[in-house]
């Protein structure tokens, strides 16, 4: 079976003194406060707590959707409890090896992405003290990949009896890392299509064999590329990012943009 993620130690890279100051530099800052507030609460179904990871280069709205609909599902039709949403951006290394110039600092997309979840929560009935944005994996001196942040966080809530972690993930993603079933110790994965995006060939037989590996409805069909590629067109970006966020956008990064980058595919 091909393998999806990289065992060889990844290289140090230098991160900005914005990325690593976020919340005073302790990045598990936002895990002690998810972990303080499952203890205090008893839960007549199985405690959930479902993770996400991403580039987030910049966040839209459907990245917040898309973790809506995954947590409706497992409540509605699989007996569980979500007690927290946990959105995790990947690490500055990985982006820019992905994007290259078109990188947006990870502080940037930390703030985005809690603008984005703050004006959505309301929008989409969402309980807005169960979605969290972590910076734990953003703040590592290295680039880890998601089954390495699915270990660590597992390992930081090993003391919560009979919690259960599901990692959340689009189409695109699961096709790519053949089903999340080598090295990934999720107790279940929702895998989210979006339009013109479905699971095909041996990911869709994957996710039809695998137990505890659900497959939902497609959301719409937005992307951080078609962001990055508007440029400073408010209209197209109005329709793919929250208010608070797009305004934070346009003054903090658009500035920052190369002016003469080809487009590099996105999420």
């Known amino acids: 079976m091909k393998k999806f993620f990289i065992k060889r130690e990844q290289p140090v890279f230098p991160l900005s003194e914005a990325?690593?100051?976020?919340?005073?530099?302790?990045?598990?800052?936002?895990?002690?406060?998810?972990?303080?507030q499952i203890l205090k609460k008893k839960y007549d179904k199985t405690p959930v707590i479902l993770l996400t990871t991403g580039s987030y280069n910049p966040a839209h709205t459907e990245h917040v959707m898309m973790m809506k609909k995954a947590a409706n599902e497992l409540e509605e039709?699989?007996?569980?409890?979500?007690?927290?949403?946990?959105i995790s951006p990947s690490h500055d290394s990985y982006v820019r090896r992905k994007l290259g110039s078109r990188q947006i600092d990870g502080y940037h997309r930390y703030h985005?992405?809690?603008?984005?979840?703050?004006?959505?929560?309301?929008?989409?009935?969402?309980?807005?003290?169960?979605?969290?944005?972590?910076?734990?994996?953003?703040?590592?001196?290295?680039?880890?990949?998601?089954?390495?942040v699915m270990k660590n966080l597992r390992a930081y809530m090993q003391d919560i009896p009979g919690l259960e972690i599901w990692y959340g993930c689009g189409a695109d993603l699961y096709s790519k890392c053949c089903g999340l079933c080598n090295g990934h110790s999720a107790d279940g994965v929702v895998v989210v299509s979006r339009e013109g995006?479905?699971?095909?060939?041996?990911?869709?037989?994957?996710?039809?064999?695998?137990?505890?590996?659900?497959?939902?409805?497609?959301?719409?069909?937005?992307?951080?590329?078609?962001?990055?590629?508007?440029?400073?067109?408010?209209?197209?970006?109005?329709?793919?990012?929250s208010p608070s966020a797009l305004e934070y956008y346009i003054k903090n990064v658009v500035p920052t943009l190369p002016k003469d980058d080809s487009p590099a595919e996105g999420e």
Request: glycine share 2%; net charge negative; charged share 25%.
């Open 77 to 86: 039709n699989h007996n569980k409890a979500v007690v927290a949403v946990i």
């Open 19 to 36: 990325t690593r100051s976020l919340h005073g530099a302790h990045c598990n800052y936002v895990r002690d406060m998810i972990k303080q």
């Open 112 to 148: 985005i992405l809690m603008k984005t979840v703050e004006d959505m929560v309301n929008d989409i009935d969402m309980d807005p003290s169960l979605c969290f944005v972590d910076t734990w994996e953003l703040q590592q001196e290295r680039f880890c990949d998601h089954p390495v």
């Open 197 to 241: 995006s479905a699971l095909r060939g041996a990911a869709l037989k994957t996710v039809e064999s695998t137990k505890n590996h659900i497959l939902i409805d497609s959301v719409a069909p937005k992307s951080s590329t078609e962001i990055r590629d508007a440029g400073v067109d408010s209209t197209v970006l109005a329709d793919l990012m």
